[in-house]
């Protein structure tokens, strides 16, 4: 098959996280199974243009915001709109990572009116919104996208209700996230640091971080706590609030890091920490499992209960306290660590092979309820 996927942004430092992470993975998973496949996504400037990635071809197109407000829903990428109403004839399936923004949701309309079967995967980004500007989008767009969608990829149960509520006809059909797995990185001569590896984002907590890392500071004094990922709305904070723990260097901001340095940076850390609240499905998470490095995260993730039954990952209620004892089991129990490392294999081998979801991927492709747009 010819299969198109479009996702809103990809750039060296993964500001977009998840879904990026998630439609590269698929891209390259399909590619092995032989089929042609070619993901659109907005860029930086500087580095748009067509690549040959991992057996697929990935095509980027200068981004430009429409106002400064907004994060990445008020950006586009009008070239890509574009070549996609060129191009889109050439496909036999398109899969689009839909956001409430402007690119993702002009191209899945190009392929609807085009009469191109599509299949939409929302990562928990197309939520029962009370936004102002949502409800206008969703009735001219995001609804009849949904509607004459082949079938719409959810993670979750809250991801399904909220759906149906924006389109009660939408056919909802539920994929895990998938991640290639191999053999765990060794554990033992690992630094003494433990990592937060996240956008900067309220949701994603870098704050409890610094406070569980105040909280281990005399009974770890020689850990060092490290936070990597792009500032997006909290990085101010996040500065300030390491200058008042004066740590030294034994807690520090490093930035963002591009994907291709996410793997040794996992597999550096004694234990990876993500505060999150409300997060559906983080691939930090599985990438912190697949270095085999012991997660510690909070009971309101979509993936907290799966992660509790494998024994997979360390579940608290997102309090600094609960976060650093959790830590403080992993650096000094060394059987909860391992314990943590194998559950956390187990887990991904029994859900989460990205082969598997490529075949699944490949059945919903090929199933029915065509679009009759």
């Not at 899945?108 to 599509?118: G, V």
């Not at 600094?320 to 943590?340: N, Y």
Request: with cysteine.
């Amino acid at each position: 098959m010819r299969i198109a996927h479009v996702v809103t942004y990809i750039s060296p430092d993964g500001a977009f996280g998840g879904p990026a992470r998630v439609a590269l993975g698929q891209a390259k998973a399909l590619s092995e199974l032989g089929h042609e496949v070619t993901v659109f996504a907005a860029a930086p400037r500087e580095i748009a243009g067509t690549t040959i990635h991992d057996g697929f071809t990935l095509k980027t197109f200068p981004s430009r915001r429409i106002t400064r407000m907004g994060g990445f829903a008020t950006m586009a990428a009008p070239q890509l709109t574009r070549d996609i109403d060129t191009k889109s004839p050439g496909f036999d399936i398109a899969h689009i990572h839909l956001a409430r923004d402007l690119v993702t949701v002009p191209a899945a309309l190009k392929f609807m009116r085009a009469r191109i079967p599509y299949v939409i995967q929302t990562h928990g980004m197309i939520d029962s919104s009370e936004r102002l500007l949502a409800k206008p989008l969703d009735v001219f767009a995001t609804k009849p996208i949904l509607r004459h969608a082949k079938a719409v990829l959810t993670l979750t149960d809250r991801e399904i209700y909220d759906i149906s509520t924006i389109e009660s006809s939408a056919r909802t059909i539920q994929i895990a996230n998938g991640i290639s797995i191999g053999e765990l990185a060794p554990y033992i001569g690992r630094q003494d640091m433990v990592l937060f590896l996240a956008r900067l984002h309220e949701r994603k907590r870098p704050l409890a971080f610094i406070e569980m890392a105040v909280e281990l500071n005399r009974s770890s004094p020689t850990t060092h706590f490290v936070l990597a990922g792009p500032d997006e709305g909290e990085g101010k904070a996040v500065q300030d609030a390491i200058m008042n723990a004066d740590m030294g260097d034994r807690l520090r901001w490093i930035g963002a890091v591009s994907p291709n340095e996410t793997a040794d940076l996992m597999e550096a850390a004694r234990a990876y920490v993500l505060p999150s609240v409300g997060e559906v499905f983080p691939m930090t998470i599985l990438e912190a499992l697949r270095a085999g490095t012991p997660v510690v995260t909070t009971e309101s993730l979509g993936i907290a209960a799966d992660c509790a039954d494998h024994g997979a990952a360390l579940i608290t209620d997102g309090s600094a306290e609960q976060l650093a004892a959790g830590v403080t089991r992993i650096l000094g129990e060394r059987k909860v660590a391992d314990g943590l490392r194998s559950g956390g294999l187990n887990y991904l081998r029994d859900n989460l092979d990205i082969n598997e979801v490529a075949k699944k991927l490949e059945s919903i492709y090929l199933g029915g309820g065509g679009n009759d747009a």
